[in-house]
């Protein structure tokens, strides 16, 4: 079997055995410093945290960033919906140090880039917001995403994403 995984470049950390969705493969990995690993598969990244490890879903990724050896990591969270579009906010950003990173950095971009169909900033008295068209990884079509700046009233945004789901679904149908 190992002879296999270096064959094929399954790079499947112990820390992710059984965790794994099935078909699911590990495209990049690294170790964290303070133990654990952070894992890129087509599903989503893998990240240790206090209950062991989880993915977070490519279109759940909001933020990435790579600096002197620390991926921070920005993850959103579906707050509400708005029609058929999600109302999203930001967890505080994750911090994994990688002391040999590879090309992890360089796969999560390329993840997270490529769930990224379309996105516009609007600008409203009192802030604004994103909207933002994604992939979501093992679904058909696109979610409409809407994150609303921290200080922003979420309601006419949401009410904007709502409107303009609702036109993206009538056109594709």
């Given amino acids: 079997m190992n002879l296999l995984r270096r064959l094929f470049g399954d790079e499947s950390p112990p820390d992710l ?10 495209v990049s990995s690294a170790a964290v410093e303070s133990g654990g690993v952070v894992a890129v598969t087509a599903l989503g990244l893998w990240v240790p945290g206090p209950d062991g490890v989880r993915r977070i879903g490519w279109h759940l990724v ?4 790579w600096k002197l050896g620390v991926l921070a990591v920005t993850e959103a969270e ?6 058929a579009a999600v109302v999203l906010a930001d967890r505080p950003p994750a911090r994994f140090v990688l002391p040999r990173p ?3 950095p360089k796969h999560v971009r390329q993840r997270v880039d490529g769930s990224i169909r379309g996105r ?3 600008e409203l008295p009192g802030g604004g917001g994103w ?10 079509g696109v979610v409409l995403q809407v ?6 009233d979420p309601e006419p945004l949401a009410e904007m994403a709502r409107e303009a789901a ?7 149908e």
């Fill in 62 to 65: 909001d933020k990435v960033v």
């Fill in 102 to 104: 590879g090309a992890l």
């Fill in 78 to 83: 579906e707050v509400g919906r708005a029609g």
């Fill in 166 to 172: 609702a036109r993206l679904v009538d056109t594709a």
């Fill in 120 to 122: 516009y900033r609007k």
């Fill in 17 to 26: 055995a059984g965790a794994l969705e099935p078909g699911e493969h590990v």
């Fill in 131 to 140: 909207f933002v068209l994604r992939k979501v990884p093992g679904r058909d």
């Fill in 147 to 152: 994150r609303p700046d921290p200080e922003a």
